[in-house]
């Protein structure tokens, strides 16, 4: 049987139990049930490129929640890879600089938007807090990850190396010598923790 079809199968039941409370879908089991069959997918096929979602809320600018349109159509928590945007959220941190305008940048890009989720091909397919990591590709075929880094809306969250690592990297780049976004006014005290420890001569000419 096609591996498409028959995932597509396992959520339809998937979908079927978490309604009947068979399976609690809010622990997102259903959707680890998908990654654990895609995982029997050769590397080629793991992007989730036939997998359509609708942005339904932006909780902060690198973390976005969606609405599966594929059975059982569950609500996901989604984080960004690659990226790391400043903080306005986070219950043991204040609102950093340039916070607020990184999460309007984001939903000005995604919100209400239907997009298509891609997970990497390597590395884990779940974040610490349970969230599932993702490249969103937008409708006008742009990656909102490099959009973000791209208009200095985010870094390039180098604590966890991905993929596209080095071209994350050239993109903060352009953006810190064009002074685009945050760039053009931060501050080394501004920058996120990871960052001021990781790479303490970021803002150096």
């Given amino acids: 049987m096609d591996r498409k079809l028959l995932t597509r199968i396992l959520l339809v039941i998937l979908g079927v139990l978490a309604t009947v409370g068979i399976v609690p879908a809010w622990l997102g089991l259903a959707s680890n049930v998908v990654l654990d069959e895609l995982d029997k997918v050769p590397v080629s096929e793991k992007t989730f490129d036939y997998y359509s979602a609708e942005v339904v809320r932006v909780i902060d600018g690198d973390t976005i929640e969606v609405k599966m349109l594929e059975p059982p159509e569950a609500l996901e928590v989604l984080r960004l890879i690659g990226v790391d945007t400043p903080e306005t959220v986070h219950p043991r941190m204040p609102v950093q600089f340039f916070g607020p305008e990184a999460t309007e940048f984001t939903k000005s890009q995604c919100i209400g938007n239907v997009v298509r989720l891609h997970l990497q091909k390597k590395g884990p397919r779940r974040g610490s807090y349970g969230r599932l990591l993702v490249y969103v590709l937008l409708p006008g075929g742009s990656i909102l990850n490099e959009e973000i880094i791209k208009t200095g809306h985010g870094y390039s969250y180098t604590k966890y190396p991905h993929e596209f690592t080095d071209k994350y990297n050239a993109l ?5 010598v064009l ?8 501050k080394f005290e501004d920058l996120p923790p990871w960052l001021r420890e990781s790479r303490p001569g970021v803002l150096d000419k």
């Fill in 172 to 176: 903060e780049v352009e953006a810190r």
């Fill in 179 to 186: 002074k685009r976004g945050l760039w053009a006014t931060v």
